[in-house]
């Protein structure tokens, strides 16, 4: 086989070094993969096969999908918190149990994605829930909504929920007359 | 240090706050309400800690083995020898009702998430509630921190043994220093007919405390005799709180504390026994 020397499309220069070989990678995508590689060196730059190109455009593609869905939590975040503040600031107990319900719809969703956060974040968010429904939301207190609002602003959205924001927040929940360990309480027995 | 009146709650009374339906838990609040102050000790926090950790380390093991919310409770419930079914302390048939219309696989998950936030931040969430802990033994394993290797999965329980970190822990010179009160203890103890087989493993250590203090650490103090340590640890306490009443009887009696005891039904009214009412004065 003869090859000439030629340029890729970012004008480096391309030559055959070794005999070439082709390769068909079965291995790491199936027996059926329709893709071949051959070997090149690139003069000052490291050999690059062009799978790996693949998978870097795929592995880009990802991180794009990744980047969309992020927002999405950010975007259900910002959400929940202005529902959150508004609802710390409602006394009619119409309009409460409205916004009450719109915020659990906010943390329904968000628990859709808790996979995408770390598990502390996920954590947090189920003890939350759980929260939400030991209460009538007809009577919610003001302790408990300013409760909420702070773990929710304050934890719930940051970009890291640390070890010690969950015992912080634990702490707030239960000050502010929530009972956190609520879903794992009762008579064993029972 | 604060003063006015105060209580000791002992492990029982600590879980139940944390653990318990809550009409128990309303029941003890308003009963500690009464007082300024509320201490426990570090002995109680290493007991919290070996029966409440281990048994959610327990659990999260069986909901990863089964992968099924519903099977885990059924196993529970049928496997687990009667015994030791009535000693757990996690509930975890509340998920089901909090998160109602919710899937097998759901529940899973949120049943792991809500044990593995225990596992991490229970500790700190009962010393939290505690409000006041005294120095006592200064257990080291007390405050020895529970290890996640893997979230969800895999957790490393603290040792359980004092024998095991005797240099580190300061137990047996809190015993050496208790040594009088632990030869009126004894000579109390000598005297009681009919004794549980814990007081009895209390008798016996204290026999051989005396004897030789200084080898007390082999004897594993916190795990082998911790009603004793804790009623030594609660001695200058005035009142003292709990649910296991057996041994607490004779401890109160012989430290000179009222004992305040705390039914398993709420609805049940404490009993209170006053220095002046102790009907099984020695």
């Not at chain 2, 509630?129 to 999965?153: A, D």
Request: net charge neutral.
């Amino acid at each position: 086989m003869n090859f000439s020397k030629s340029t890729d499309s970012e004008g480096i220069i391309i030559q055959q070094t070794e005999t070439p070989v082709l390769i068909k990678h079965t291995e790491d995508q199936g027996a059926r993969s329709p893709y071949y590689s051959l070997y090149y060196d690139k003069t000052g730059t490291e050999l690059e096969p062009s799978h790996h190109k693949r998978a870097k455009a795929l592995s880009n593609k990802e991180l794009f999908q990744q980047i969309s869905i992020s927002e999405k939590v950010n975007r259900l975040l910002r959400n929940a918190s202005d529902t959150v503040v508004n609802l710390a600031s409602i006394e009619d107990p119409i309009e409460q149990t409205n916004l009450a319900f719109a915020f659990k719809h906010c943390l329904e969703e968000l628990w859709e994605n808790r996979n995408l956060r770390e598990a502390n974040w996920g954590d947090l968010l189920n003890i939350l829930q759980a929260v939400l429904a030991q209460v009538e939301f007809e009577i919610f207190s003001g302790s408990q909504k300013l409760g909420i609002k702070k773990v929710v602003t304050e934890y719930l959205c940051k970009a890291e929920v640390t070890d010690s924001d969950m015992e912080d927040a634990l702490g707030i929940l239960s000050e502010a007359g929530f009972d956190p360990w609520r879903g794992i309480s009762g008579k064993p027995q029972d | 240090m604060p003063s006015g009146t105060a209580i000791f709650t002992d492990t029982s009374i600590e879980v139940a706050r944390l653990l318990r339906e809550p009409e128990m838990k309303k029941a003890i609040e308003q009963r500690l309400a009464s007082y300024n102050i509320t201490v426990s000790s570090p002995v109680v926090i290493q007991e919290f800690k070996r029966r409440v950790i281990t048994e959610a380390v327990y659990l999260i093991n069986l909901l990863n083995a089964k992968g099924s919310y519903e099977k885990v409770i059924r196993h529970v419930t049928n496997v687990l020898p009667a015994q030791w079914n009535r000693k757990r302390q996690i509930c975890l048939g509340m998920l089901h009702e909090i998160f109602e219309n919710k899937d097998d696989l759901e529940l899973t998950e949120r049943a792991k998430r809500y044990l593995r936030t225990l596992i991490k931040f229970g500790v700190s969430a009962l010393k939290r509630k505690i409000g006041h802990v005294v120095s006592g033994t200064g257990c080291y394993l007390s405050n020895y921190p529970v290890k996640e290797i893997k979230p969800y999965k895999r957790y490393g329980l603290a040792k359980k043994k004092c024998s095991e970190v005797y240099s580190l822990c300061p137990v047996a010179d809190f015993l050496k220093e208790k040594i009088e009160l632990c030869k009126q203890l004894l000579k109390s103890l000598s005297n009681l007919p009919n004794k549980t087989e814990e007081l009895e493993n209390a008798c016996k250590f204290l026999q051989e405390l005396i004897a030789n203090p200084d080898i007390i650490h082999q004897k594993d103090p916190c795990l082998s005799v911790g009603d004793l340590l804790i009623a030594l640890e609660s001695h200058g306490i005035p009142d003292f709180y709990t649910m296991n009443y057996k041994e607490s009887f004779f401890f109160c009696d012989v430290l000179d504390q009222n004992l305040i005891i705390r039914p398993n039904n709420p609805e049940s009214t404490e009993t209170i026994y006053s220095n002046n009412s102790k009907p099984w004065s020695l």
